[in-house]
């Protein structure tokens, strides 16, 4: 019976004894302590020390889990971590991982160290991750890895077979073999089931499945990604230009592209610019941060000068600035609801095919009815707190007023921007927050102005 799987759980009494080894140098202890960790979680757990001491704990298990360790590093960690070694050091750890991994890993290294650690690579290996180092990292060549399991077309079941079982050295995790012509051109893919179940003298040509996706190297990684989610595939091979067989992208490298793109999102939406991460120096938090914090800041001061236009209104009836915040508030939340909707929508590509003008008649019903509701609950509210009917009806008349823009501001902004060729997750964030605060003002004073003074 298999045993079921126990999560590594890192508290502060665990991290504080883990320390007190490292303090003391006692091997004996964090050897046995990692011993049935996972090589991830031992990722994590290094998280909490130096560079210094996580190599000391490195060193003391075997070379191909401290690859493994080393690769499982965020990029930013891992940049830091490798200046404190040596160039031969840095040759054994990359000689245990697949082609790609260690091409991901020489772009991050200083040019001169990255071409110290490539010539001292193991000839396969150095040859592989020379061919990937020439694409970019975001396009399907430099996602790619070499190794994969390939058959030529005339051979036999029994001749695959044994060549498999060469190749598998390797060549650690394979989900089916590629079938190639003489030219090494892509022909189709063999299931692993097929060949088993198949007569040994069988020509695998005949066997194999023509139908096969097959990726160009030159896609951009998030192309590959929404084509592997879309077919539900757990590997496609990469062709060139010629339709060459160069290599295979798997799940688990489009699982950290789709992870990468979230959280790429999700900062935009947040109003960062860059990537940072929060052990990052405070310089570079600033400067992430600042420039979306400068444009609300910007924005506030012109929600402050365009209300002193209407001082005099103001003045005559102060009441009316009691609702400022709650006319901003709603519509800055019905923007922000609009536009996430719509850059959700935007990575799904059946979007386009249902068309602008039905998504922004349903948006604009959509409005209709959560003004109207608001507006009602509003109106009522007021009524009963203030006892002022013509006010009350007026501050309803704007909510209602400022929630059919607001939602079409937030509608239509991450589709201009998208067709602009900008990320449309920028209409997210503070972007539609401070739009939508100018709008909101402008829409309550002008309805204000014209039917209560």
């Known amino acids: 019976m298999q045993e079921p799987i126990v999560e590594f759980e890192l508290t502060k009494e665990f991290r504080d004894r883990f320390q007190e080894a490292l303090d003391k140098q006692d091997s004996v202890f964090i050897r046995e302590t990692l011993t049935d960790i996972k090589p991830a979680d031992i990722t994590e757990l290094l998280y909490e020390f130096t560079s210094e001491e996580s190599k000391y704990v490195l060193n003391l298990l075997p070379v191909d889990q401290q690859a493994e360790i ?90 695959c077979i044994d060549e498999i079982r060469k190749q598998a050295e390797n060549v650690s995790k394979f989900y089916t073999v590629y079938v190639v012509d003489d030219e090494d051109k892509l022909i189709g893919r063999v ?61 688990d490298d489009i699982v950290d592209v789709i992870t990468e793109q979230a959280e790429e999102e999700r900062q935009l939406m947040t109003g960062i610019s860059e990537d940072i991460e929060e052990d990052d120096s405070v310089w570079r938090n600033t400067r992430a941060r600042l420039p979306w914090l400068l444009i609300g800041i910007v924005g506030g001061l012109m929600n402050a000068k365009f209300m002193g236009l209407f001082e005099a209104e103001l003045s005559r009836i102060t009441a009316i600035a009691f609702f400022t915040p709650l006319i901003q508030a709603t519509g800055g939340n019905v923007g922000i609801q609009s536009s996430s909707l719509v850059v959700q929508s935007l990575a799904n590509p059946g979007y386009v095919d249902e068309g602008h003008w039905n998504r922004l008649v349903k948006v604009f019903f959509v409005a209709l009815l959560n003004g109207f509701f608001l507006s009602v609950l509003v109106l009522g509210a007021n009524i009963v707190l203030f006892r002022e009917y013509q006010l009350s009806m007026v501050v309803s008349v ?27 997750a920028l209409a997210a964030g503070p972007f539609i927050t401070t739009l939508n605060d100018l709008l909101g003002l402008t829409i309550y004073f002008f309805i204000v102005h014209l039917l209560l003074i």
Request: overall charge negative.
């Open 70 to 159: 080393i690769n499982d590093l965020d990029s930013d960690t891992r940049k830091k971590f490798l200046r404190i070694y040596e160039v031969d050091e840095i040759v054994i750890l990359l000689n245990q991982l697949a082609s790609d991994d260690a091409a991901d890993i020489l772009h991050e290294l200083p040019v001169k160290e990255r071409e110290q650690v490539l010539s001292a690579l193991e000839p396969v290996l150095k040859s592989q991750v020379t061919e990937l180092l020439r694409y970019e990292e975001n396009v399907a060549g430099g996602l790619m890895a070499k190794e994969l399991m390939k058959a030529r077309f005339h051979w036999t079941v029994v001749q």
């Open 191 to 251: 299931a692993l089931q097929d060949l088993i179940i198949s007569d040994a003298r069988t020509i695998v040509g005949n066997i194999c499945d023509k139908n096969i996706i097959a990726i160009q190297t030159y896609q951009e990684s998030s192309e590959v990604a929404e084509i592997m989610k879309k077919y539900d595939l757990e590997s496609v091979p990469v062709v060139n230009v010629h339709e060459h067989l160069v290599g295979r992208i798997t799940i």
């Open 398 to 424: 704007a909510l209602f007023s400022v929630v059919v823009f607001a939602s079409f501001i937030g509608t239509i902004t991450p589709l201009v921007l998208n067709k602009l060729g900008f990320n449309p």
